[in-house]
Protein backbone atom coordinates (compact mmCIF):
# COMPACT_ATOMS: atom_id res chain seq x y z
CA UNK A 1 0.00 0.00 0.00
CA UNK A 2 2.65 2.11 0.43
CA UNK A 3 3.92 2.65 -2.59
CA UNK A 4 0.31 2.69 -4.46
CA UNK A 5 0.52 5.86 -2.16
CA UNK A 6 3.76 7.21 -2.89
CA UNK A 7 2.68 6.81 -6.29
CA UNK A 8 0.13 8.67 -6.19
CA UNK A 9 1.81 11.58 -4.39
CA UNK A 10 4.43 11.51 -7.39
CA UNK A 11 1.51 11.95 -10.19
CA UNK A 12 0.09 14.52 -8.65
CA UNK A 13 3.32 16.62 -7.96
CA UNK A 14 4.34 16.12 -11.32
CA UNK A 15 0.51 17.00 -12.21
CA UNK A 16 0.82 20.53 -10.66
CA UNK A 17 4.51 21.88 -11.99
CA UNK A 18 4.97 23.43 -14.72
CA UNK A 19 6.39 21.30 -17.49
CA UNK A 20 9.66 21.55 -18.80
CA UNK A 21 12.10 19.91 -20.56
CA UNK A 22 14.33 19.43 -17.15
CA UNK A 23 11.88 18.73 -14.78
CA UNK A 24 10.75 16.14 -17.78
CA UNK A 25 14.28 14.33 -17.98
CA UNK A 26 14.44 14.76 -13.65
CA UNK A 27 11.03 12.71 -13.06
CA UNK A 28 11.05 10.11 -16.11
CA UNK A 29 14.40 9.31 -14.86
CA UNK A 30 14.05 8.65 -11.21
CA UNK A 31 11.42 6.54 -12.95
CA UNK A 32 13.14 4.27 -14.75
CA UNK A 33 16.24 4.24 -12.35
CA UNK A 34 13.26 3.21 -9.23
CA UNK A 35 11.98 0.22 -11.90
CA UNK A 36 15.51 -1.13 -12.40
CA UNK A 37 15.78 -1.36 -8.47
CA UNK A 38 13.56 -4.41 -7.98
CA UNK A 39 14.79 -5.96 -10.93
CA UNK A 40 18.42 -5.82 -9.12
CA UNK A 41 17.39 -7.08 -6.08
CA UNK A 42 14.72 -9.26 -6.28
CA UNK A 43 15.66 -11.11 -10.08
CA UNK A 44 19.42 -11.17 -9.50
CA UNK A 45 19.97 -11.04 -5.89
CA UNK A 46 22.62 -8.65 -6.51
CA UNK A 47 22.25 -7.16 -2.92
CA UNK A 48 25.25 -4.67 -2.86
CA UNK A 49 24.76 -3.65 -6.58
CA UNK A 50 21.05 -2.80 -5.24
CA UNK A 51 22.11 -0.85 -2.28
CA UNK A 52 24.17 1.72 -4.56
CA UNK A 53 21.80 1.29 -6.75
CA UNK A 54 19.11 2.84 -4.43
CA UNK A 55 21.92 5.67 -3.22
CA UNK A 56 21.90 7.12 -7.01
CA UNK A 57 18.20 6.93 -6.72
CA UNK A 58 18.51 9.20 -3.69
CA UNK A 59 20.41 11.28 -5.27
CA UNK A 60 18.23 11.61 -8.10
CA UNK A 61 14.62 12.04 -5.64
CA UNK A 62 16.84 14.40 -3.82
CA UNK A 63 17.44 16.76 -7.07
CA UNK A 64 13.87 16.12 -8.43
CA UNK A 65 12.15 17.73 -5.28
CA UNK A 66 14.56 20.55 -5.37
CA UNK A 67 13.52 21.95 -8.89
CA UNK A 68 9.70 20.77 -8.10
CA UNK A 69 10.29 22.79 -4.86
CA UNK A 70 11.74 25.67 -6.84
CA UNK A 71 8.56 25.58 -9.31
CA UNK A 72 5.83 24.80 -7.11
CA UNK A 73 6.06 24.36 -3.32
CA UNK A 74 4.10 22.03 -2.66
CA UNK A 75 5.22 19.47 -5.61
CA UNK A 76 8.37 19.25 -4.05
CA UNK A 77 6.67 18.71 -0.40
CA UNK A 78 4.30 16.16 -1.80
CA UNK A 79 7.63 13.96 -2.50
CA UNK A 80 9.13 13.78 0.70
CA UNK A 81 7.50 10.82 1.91
CA UNK A 82 8.83 9.24 -1.11
CA UNK A 83 12.43 10.02 -0.01
CA UNK A 84 11.82 8.85 3.44
CA UNK A 85 11.09 5.56 2.23
CA UNK A 86 13.90 5.59 -0.28
CA UNK A 87 16.29 6.02 2.66
CA UNK A 88 13.92 3.20 4.62
CA UNK A 89 15.02 0.85 1.73
CA UNK A 90 18.27 1.29 1.42
CA UNK A 91 18.55 0.30 5.64
CA UNK A 92 16.55 -2.41 4.79
CA UNK A 93 18.37 -3.27 1.73
CA UNK A 94 21.60 -3.17 3.36
CA UNK A 95 20.94 -5.39 5.87
CA UNK A 96 19.77 -7.86 3.86
CA UNK A 97 22.80 -7.48 2.15
CA UNK A 98 25.18 -8.38 5.42
CA UNK A 99 23.02 -11.15 6.25
CA UNK A 100 23.57 -12.94 2.92
Same mark, same amino acid.
Do not use: C, E
Given at each position: =?VW?????L? /?I &?YY =?V?K &?????N? $? !? &???F??L???? %? +? #?KFN?Y? %??AL?I? #? %?IF???NM??? #? $?E?K??? /? %?L??P !? *? =??? *? +?A +????? /? =? !?YL?
Open positions: =ISIIYLM /G &S =ID &SKVINI $Y !Y &SQLVNLWPI %L +F #FLL %LSWI #F %LLVIISY #F $YNKIA /G %LNL !Y *L =IWL *L +F +FYLNL /G =I !YN
